[in-house]
């Protein structure tokens, strides 16, 4: 078992199934035991249980004892055993098992380690749990079971409150004890319910865990305790209603039930303050609740809750609600006279009870003497301050005060003790004066009333003036009876006006409480020499004849008065001393060196004297080339550094000039020690985004010497302008810009870079496409003093916005922006032009190669051969077009030839053209119906379009005949009949005018038809528009020709070889051509070639 002082092997409670390690026989491990399980409750005795798998078997428990070094065997019919715990190691152990007739069934090993075991504590017992209806308290006691536990534990005890049906958890809370090893000790535990305790039944359960932090296993809470409980008043015998408590606190959660007798149904239980009905939960069959959450205030005469049951029987209960008395506020006592101690407090928040049973009342108890004094109300309503006299008794000096607040909802105090002599509180001092004694000094005087022989007086004195805060002096003094008081006030600054306040007390170690301060006093000390000489720098000219001296005005503190006139001494090798007087409201004067250098001293004089003379060189050390840096910006000044330098000796001097406005700048300076090597530079009058230069010198034993310069802003601000930027030149694919560098007047700090945003966009808009869709491209360019950019990889003939910005440190400025167009790229043209026009002669080459090739069947398809004209018809009407038929029929030639023209010379809008018969040797071969009926041999010609005349003048021997009008007819392009015409070989023709028929025949005297044919050749010649071929040459022997007498066609040609339908011409044979010497038709287009087909 655990032995040993220390507890090193205990942890929490967990089942542990083990494995089985080595199986020695195994006869039939159908009955083996299952769930095999180790376990303590006590850290002394390990329970091994198992489950059977069947009834009527037997066991035997054998384990290794290591105590004795022997196997110990237990029999057993039960299905657990017990063993010894043992620390630091393992045990085996067999588990036999038996049949009914004790034959070994099964057998198995177990080796089992003490970190293996879980720690389960026994389960907890419940004493008594009893109830206080009046706090609705449960009080619950046990016993923690200790004596079953050899060693001290820390134990957790988890307890559970329950109630309603079925029960719910209500409360659950952890509470802690120490076990005693070997040692029961009874525990209580209490707990406020949330509801009435006679509303229904409580119940509560503990378990309990104990903390074995060093012990090797694993740890467990116990099983729960068995329910104790607190019986309620539902039990079917009372009608009430219960409430926590007649006067509530503002913000809490009251709880009413209705208990019901039994055969009763409750109608409605409600709360005054909630009009809306809450809803009920049901704790029992005779028991039923509302709560009402967070109430407020109650009126004066409080609210109500009550129950009503269907047999309108109310029971009710008002309900005050307010709040429990503060904490006293500022509880103080003090004494004046040593008669009576008054005490003072606050009575902090009202508590919105009234009446004397609800009421806070106030007790001021003294616990030394016993006596107590009650606060005496005034009036029905509360107050927020007090006041209370106590008196004092003879010989006292100690009084211990407690001051009580008390009301139903709870009490409040506060404790104050006192010794008198501690608490005087004296009056205001009167009638201060003050006298001068020197310069630095005063005297004050002043009065207190009253028996103050006793005491010790601690006064405070306080100076106030102008510009600095309150100087508090504390002094001591014997205290008289109605006297006066004088103090000598020292330290003081000369010609400086200050405001004297005095006030008294008890002084150590009686301090308690100063009186109040008496009515201030104003008062001017008298003047002094200037406590130190001015703050002095020099500028030398360039030329370094002259130097300027400059002294800052010493301020008001050290001037000790009004300076008149500043004096500077020097002195010179033939005049010796010099001194020149400055008045006081110049802070500066220029010497002439004349090539010498001296050293000046400058002191400042008032009415009391001067100054300590301020010593400044006008020598200045060579530099070769010194360097320019930039400050850092701190926001309310420049930090500057510089190198230390040994030589050194009389400190550093940081000098700037500063330029208010148009006139000359204001220098300014400040002096460092030798040893200081970085300083922040501030001045009222620095602005953000200034530049201010810093001229660093260095103070040695023979002059000053320049050792930088140092450029700076307060604070970095965007540069308040844009920079000018011109294009210095543009390519098709790039756009060379340059710009100028912002001016240090409008660069409002340092120039770190630019920023160049370029997008394509159209002229005229402000912000270019890809500005706004804050995409543009964008060049950084970090170098300061770069003024000109290349932009590279553009587009030609392409328009770009540009905006160009420069940025600083505090931001960046506004930009400037360009637009520009790139140029054409000539290259690209050129190549634009050469590709088309080579693509073109390719083409025409390879186009000009195959027609050579094709050659035959281009001639074919667009020079045909010409069809034989016997195949050809003319059109044919019924009557002329312009005879009113809608369906006019076509025009059917005859072959025929005419022999005889009436001329008619009357002219008509549409010419008709009648009795002219047109006769054909073949007319009379015809058969009787090849024509229509209405046309037969003698035809009437109609013919609408212009119509052009010719006057033809009767030939020589015709004089007795007058000229004839002729008339050509063009019907629908057919020609006039092909006939052989003898005329008078003198006849004149007309000239050609306008639109002709294919062939002008002269009609002077159609008689005359059989003349020569040197008629046909003058009739050829005539102008105007010409057949296609010589009538002449055509082939008589064609069928269907107009002088075939062969021809059976009913539509034989007239005029001319053509198409039936097409009124376009035919080409004429190249015999034709070359026969013939044919008048040119003006009106004949390339075109025809591709509109004429052959006709069958």
């Known amino acids: 078992m655990w032995r040993g002082p220390s507890l090193c092997c205990l942890l929490a409670v967990a089942h542990l199934y083990f494995l089985v390690l080595v199986p020695s026989q195994e006869t039939d491990s159908l009955n083996e035991p299952q769930n095999v399980t180790f376990i303590t409750h006590d850290l002394q005795n390990v329970i091994c249980s198992w489950t059977p798998r069947r009834l009527g078997l037997s066991y035997r428990f054998c384990y290794y004892d290591r105590q004795t070094s022997s196997t110990k065997c237990v029999p057993t019919q039960e299905n657990s055993a017990q063993m010894p715990l043992y620390s630091f190691g393992s045990t085996s152990v067999e588990l036999k098992t038996f049949d009914s007739s004790v034959k070994l069934i099964s057998e198995k090993t177990f080796r089992i380690h003490d970190k293996d075991i879980p720690y389960v504590p026994f389960t907890p017992h419940i004493n008594t749990l009893t109830a206080n209806n009046l706090t609705h308290t449960l009080n619950l006691e046990w016993d923690d079971g200790g004596s079953a536990v050899p060693i001290d534990v820390d134990v957790t005890w988890e307890i559970q409150v329950l109630r309603k049906d079925p029960m719910e958890i209500v409360a659950q809370e952890l509470y802690n004890s120490k076990l005693i090893g070997k040692h029961t000790t009874i525990l209580h535990w209490s707990w406020t319910s949330d509801i009435p305790l006679g509303c229904t039944t409580h119940y509560v359960q503990i378990r309990c865990f104990h903390h074995l932090g060093e012990y090797p296993g694993p740890k467990s809470w116990s099983e729960w305790s068995l329910l104790a409980n607190s019986p309620g008043q539902d039990t079917g015998f009372n009608y009430r209603i219960f409430t926590m408590t007649e006067v509530a606190q503002v913000g809490s959660n009251l709880t009413f039930c209705c208990v019901l007798k039994t055969g009763q149904e409750l109608v409605n239980i409600e709360y005054d303050s909630y009009p809306v009905p809450q809803p009920r939960i049901r704790l029992s069959n005779y028991s039923v609740m509302i709560q009402a959450p967070n109430v407020h205030k109650s009126i004066v005469a409080g609210d109500n809750a009550w129950c009503q049951t269907k047999s309108y029987d109310i029971v009710g209960v008002t309900v005050f609600v307010g709040y429990p008395p503060d904490v006293p506020q500022d509880l103080t006592c003090e004494i004046s006279d040593f008669n009576q101690i008054t005490c003072e407090w606050k009575g902090g928040r009202s508590t919105n009870l009234y009446g004397p049973l609800r009421r806070t009342n106030y007790t001021l108890f003294e616990s030394t003497s016993g006596e107590s ?10 107050v927020e301050h007090y006041r209370c006299n106590f008196p004092v008794r003879d010989g006292q000096r100690k009084y211990h005060f407690t001051l009580r607040g008390i009301n139903p909802l709870g009490q409040s105090e506060a404790t104050f003790s006192i010794d008198i002599n501690y608490r005087v509180h004296l009056q205001a001092p009167t009638a201060l004066t003050v006298t001068n004694d020197t310069s630095t000094h005063v005297t004050l005087s002043w009065h207190l009333s009253g028996n103050l022989e006793p005491i010790m007086l601690q006064c405070q004195i306080r100076i106030n003036s102008s510009g600095t805060t309150g100087d508090l002096r504390n002094v001591q003094l014997n205290g008289t009876k109605d006297l006066g008081y004088s103090v000598s006030v020292d330290k003081l600054h000369p010609y400086t006006m200050y405001i004297f306040q005095v006030r008294c007390a008890a002084a150590e170690p009686f301090f308690w409480k100063w009186s109040k301060w008496n009515e201030s006093e104003n008062h001017t000390t008298l003047e002094a020499p200037p406590a130190r000489g001015p703050d002095v720098w020099r500028d030398r000219s360039p030329d370094g004849e002259t130097v300027n001296i400059f002294w800052k005005p010493l301020p008001i503190s050290e001037t000790n008065g009004l300076i008149r006139n500043y004096e500077v001494h020097w002195s010179e090798p033939e005049k010796g001393a010099v001194t020149e007087k400055v008045p006081a409201h110049r802070n500066g004067t220029t010497i002439d060196l004349g090539g010498n250098d001296y050293v000046f001293y400058v002191v400042a004089e008032n009415n009391a004297g001067s100054s300590p003379p301020s010593l400044i060189k006008s020598a200045e050390l060579p530099i070769d080339s010194p360097t320019t840096e930039e400050g850092f910006a701190t926001g309310d000044g420049i930090s500057i550094a510089w190198h230390p330098d040994s030589e050194v000796t009389c400190g550093y001097t940081v000098r700037w000039c500063i330029a208010p406005g148009p006139g000359p700048c204001v220098v300014d300076w400040e002096t460092f020690p030798s040893n200081v090597t970085q300083a922040v530079i501030k001045s009222d009058v620095f602005q953000p985004g200034m530049r201010y230069n810093f001229s660093i010198f260095g103070c040695k034993d023979n002059g000053y010497q320049l050792i930088k310069y140092v450029n700076g802003y307060t604070k970095e601000l965007s540069p308040r302008i844009s920079p000018k930027v011109v294009v210095e030149r543009t390519t098709s694919d790039s756009i060379l810009i340059t710009w ?113 090739q094709k050659r035959e069947w ?71 119906d090849g024509f229509d009926s209405e046309t037969e041999s003698h035809i009437v010609v109609s013919y609408c379009p212009p119509i052009i005349e010719e006057e033809i003048s009767n030939p020589p021997g015709e004089e007795t005949m007058g000229s004839s009008q002729v008339i050509y007819i063009d019907i629908q392009s057919g020609y006039p009949p092909q006939v052989k015409l003898k005329e008078e070989p003198e006849a004149d023709y007309v000239a050609a005018a306008g639109y002709k028929p294919q062939m002008q025949l002269p009609v002077n005297n159609l008689l005359k038809m059989e003349e020569p044919s040197s008629v046909d050749e003058d009739v050829d010649k005539a102008a105007g528009y010409r057949p296609q071929v010589n009538p002449s040459a055509w082939n008589t022997a064609c069928p269907d020709s107009p002088t075939s007498i062969e021809s059976n066609n009913e539509n034989a040609s007239f005029g001319s070889p053509c198409s039936i339908n097409s009124r376009q011409f035919l080409i004429p044979s190249k015999e034709d051509e070359d026969s013939q010497n044919v008048v040119t038709n003006t009106g004949w287009s390339f075109a025809n070639f591709f509109h004429n087909k052959p006709n069958d």
Do not use: W
């Open 373 to 382: 004094v009650t606060y005496q109300y005034a009036g029905y309503q509360n």
């Open 740 to 852: 100028d560098i912002l001016p240090v007047s409008e660069s409002c700090g340092f120039i770190k870079g630019y920023l160049l945003q370029f997008a394509k966009g159209e002229e005229g808009k402000i912000m270019p496409k890809g500005f706004e869709t804050g995409h543009p491209e964008l060049f950084n360019i970090t170098e300061p003093k770069q003024t000109k950019l290349k932009i590279s990889n553009l587009q030609d003939k392409t328009s770009y916005h540009l905006n160009l910005s420069a940025y600083t440190a505090g931001g960046i400025g506004p930009g400037r922006n360009l637009y520009v167009v790139t140029k054409e790229n000539s290259v690209g043209l050129i190549i634009a032009i050469i590709i088309p026009v080579a693509i073109v002669v390719v083409l025409a080459l390879v186009t000009s190669l195959l027609c050579y």
């Open 858 to 928: 281009i001639k074919e398809t667009f020079y045909p051969t010409i069809p034989n004209p016997v195949n050809c018809k003319a059109l044919e009407f019924q009557k002329g077009p312009c005879e009113g038929k809608t369906n006019p029929k076509t025009l059917e030639m005859n072959p025929c030839t005419p022999n005889n023209i009436e001329v008619i010379e009357t002219q008509y809008p549409c010419l008709k053209i009648e009795d002219t018969a047109i006769t054909s040797p073949m007319a009379d071969d015809l058969p009787e």
